[in-house]
């Protein structure tokens, strides 16, 4: 795999996981990676008011399921936006509805390099 990191360096991620432990390890992830980590946003009605409020990010990386919820919502914003959007999931693609199917997938658990591989494609670079 070809090193994207440096092409990575002062991106804005704007980061949906409901999963504590999950969203700290992705902040460290993008923190190495040089990304500013917008969010976490813990729950939908969090992510829509930083979405309502002075919002800048380049792309976002979404968990599917927040504390029970689709993202989905959240992602339709983004997208009329043309903010580049990134899907955390545990069920691949097949957990995505076929409109999604385009965008990046990280299966859970991922790594670094799963993580800046999937920012990469998202941004059109790989």
């Known amino acids: 795999m070809p090193d994207v990191s440096g092409k990575l360096q002062g ?4 980061v949906v996981e409901d999963e504590a432990l999950v969203a700290l390890n992705l902040e460290d992830m993008l923190d190495e990676l040089g990304c500013t980590v917008i969010g976490p946003a813990m729950r939908l009605g969090r992510a829509k008011e930083m979405l309502d409020g002075a919002f800048t990010a380049d792309v976002a990386i979404l968990d599917v399921n927040i504390a029970g919820e689709p993202v989905f919502p959240i992602a339709e914003q983004l997208a009329v936006r043309g903010i580049p959007i990134v899907f955390a999931t ?37």
């Open 90 to 126: 545990g069920y691949g693609q097949a957990g995505l509805p076929t409109s999604w199917h385009s965008n990046p997938v990280l299966q859970k658990p991922y790594t670094m390099d799963e993580v800046s591989g999937s920012l990469a494609k998202a941004l059109g670079g790989g």
């Open 11 to 14: 991106l804005n991620v704007f």
